[in-house]
C-alpha cells in the first residue's frame, strides 16, 4: 500500500539562477509544497546556499548557469544541462525563476516533454529596461521568450502588469495562461511594526549595489541633501555583486566612505532591524519585477520613497503608502526626501497605511496559496 502511494507523489522542481535566491524568494513555497506532498527538488548554480538547501532537505542539483554570461556556447551548454536533468529526473512540474532559468528551462522543459510548467517573471531584464537595445538583442530575446513559453500546461506569473503586457504584446503567451501574484511575499510575523526611533531621521536603502538599482542617483541626493543642510543620515545597504556588469566598484564603494555623504555598512541579513531603526525606506530603481525590499518596508510600517517604474510603483500605493519620483533624477528624489523628513506625521501615517497593505497584499501565507493553486490547476488530470 506504502508503494502504491507512492507512485501518485509529484515531483516538483525549482530552477533558480542562485541558490540564495531561492532561499530568500521561493524558500516558504517550497516548504509548504513538500508540506502538501509533493516531492521537492531544486537546481541552481553553485553557490554558498546550496548547504543550506541540503540541510533544510531539499534534494538539489547543481547547474552551469552563469548569470551574467553571453558566450553563446557556454549559453548553449546550460540549455543542454537543463535539457538532460529534466530527462533523467523526469519532473511533473518545472517552477522556472529569473530570467535565465525561464528562457533556458523553458526551452528544455519543450525539449524534454516535461508535463507542467511554471514561470515565474520577476523582471524582464535590461533589454526591455533600455530603449536603445541593439534591436538584433532585442529580437533575440523576444524569440527566446516566445519558444520557452510555447508550452502545452502553462502558467506564467507575473509581478506587475507591464511585464505582462509586454509579453503579450510579443506574442509569447496566451491571456488564458497569466497569472499574477504581487511579489514573494513576507511573514509578517518578523516584521513588527515599531515606533519611529528617536533623533535624526534615517533613510535606508537595502540593495544589491548596481547601477540599475539607482544607487548613483542615492548617493547623489544624499549629496544634495547635505548642500541643503537637511539633517539625515542616508544609509545604503548592500554589497558589491562582482557577477553582476551593471555592479558598482569596490573602489566606488571606497571613495564613498572617504565622502561620506552615506553610511556603509555592507550587506545586512537583518533588513528588518534595519527598517526598524530607519524612518524612510528608499528605492530609486530603474525597473523591478516588485521588490522585496518595499514589501518589507511596508510590513514594516516605513513610508517609502521610489520611482515611478513598472514594480516599484506596484509594490506602494502612491501618496497613501509612499511617493513615486522620476527615474535617474537624483534631484526629484532629495525634494521627496526632504519633504517626509520633514513631515513626520505624514511619514507614521504612511507607514500604518503601509502596513495595512502589506496585511491586506503581502502575507506569505496568501502568496504561497496561490502558488499551490496554480500547481493543483497544472496537474489536475495529469
Given amino acids: 500500500m506504502l508503494c502504491l502511494s507512492k507512485m501518485f507523489v509529484k515531483k516538483l522542481l525549482f530552477v533558480v539562477n542562485a541558490p540564495e535566491f531561492f532561499l530568500s524568494h521561493r524558500l516558504p513555497i517550497a516548504l509548504a509544497a513538500r508540506q502538501a506532498g509533493y516531492e521537492v527538488h531544486v537546481a541552481t548554480a553553485a553557490g554558498g546556499g546550496v548547504r543550506n538547501i541540503l540541510e533544510l532537505g531539499f534534494d538539489h542539483h547543481v547547474i552551469p548557469l552563469a548569470r551574467s554570461g553571453q558566450n553563446p556556447f557556454r549559453e548553449i551548454r546550460s540549455i543542454f544541462a537543463i535539457y538532460q536533468l529534466f530527462s533523467e529526473l523526469k519532473p511533473d512540474l518545472v517552477h522556472l525563476i529569473t530570467i535565465k532559468p525561464l528562457l533556458y528551462g523553458g526551452i528544455a522543459a519543450k525539449l524534454a516533454g516535461v508535463r507542467a510548467t511554471v514561470a515565474a517573471v520577476s523582471g524582464l531584464g535590461t533589454v526591455f529596461m533600455d530603449v536603445g537595445a541593439a534591436r538584433v538583442r532585442r529580437w533575440l530575446v523576444s524569440l527566446l521568450y516566445r519558444l520557452a513559453l510555447s508550452q502545452n500546461r502553462l502558467s506564467v506569473i507575473f509581478q506587475n502588469p507591464d511585464d505582462r503586457n509586454a509579453l503579450l504584446k510579443l506574442g509569447a503567451l496566451r491571456q488564458a495562461e497569466v497569472r499574477m501574484i504581487r511579489g514573494s511575499g513576507v511573514d509578517l510575523g518578523g516584521y513588527s511594526l515599531l515606533p519611529e526611533p528617536e533623533g535624526t531621521p534615517v533613510v535606508a536603502m537595502a540593495s544589491r549595489l548596481l547601477r540599475d538599482k539607482g544607487v548613483f542617483e542615492f ?121 517626509l523628513v520633514n513631515c513626520r506625521e505624514r511619514r507614521i501615517q504612511m507607514g500604518r497605511a503601509g502596513r495595512e497593505l502589506a496585511e491586506r497584499e503581502f502575507a506569505i501565507e496568501k502568496i504561497v496559496d496561490q502558488h499551490l493553486n496554480i500547481y493543483r490547476e497544472l496537474l489536475s488530470n495529469v
Avoid: F
Fill in 219 to 339: 548617493v547623489e541626493a544624499a549629496r544634495l541633501l547635505e548642500e541643503r543642510g537637511v539633517l539625515v543620515r542616508m544609509r545604503l545597504i548592500g554589497s558589491v555583486d562582482s557577477g553582476n556588469p551593471s555592479s558598482v566598484t569596490e573602489e566606488q564603494v571606497t571613495s564613498w566612505r572617504k565622502e561620506g555623504v552615506v553610511e556603509l555598512p555592507g550587506y545586512r541579513s537583518d533588513i528588518a532591524a534595519e527598517y526598524a531603526a530607519s524612518h524612510i525606506v528608499c528605492l530609486p530603481s530603474y525597473r523591478e519585477g516588485l521588490p522585496k525590499g518595499l514589501v518589507e518596508a511596508a510590513a514594516c510600517g516605513r513610508a517609502v520613497v521610489t520611482t515611478d517604474v513598472p514594480g516599484c510603483r506596484d509594490a506602494i500605493e502612491p501618496e497613501v503608502t509612499g511617493v513615486l519620483v522620476p527615474v535617474k533624477n537624483s534631484v526629484a528624489l532629495a525634494d521627496a526626501i526632504q519633504i
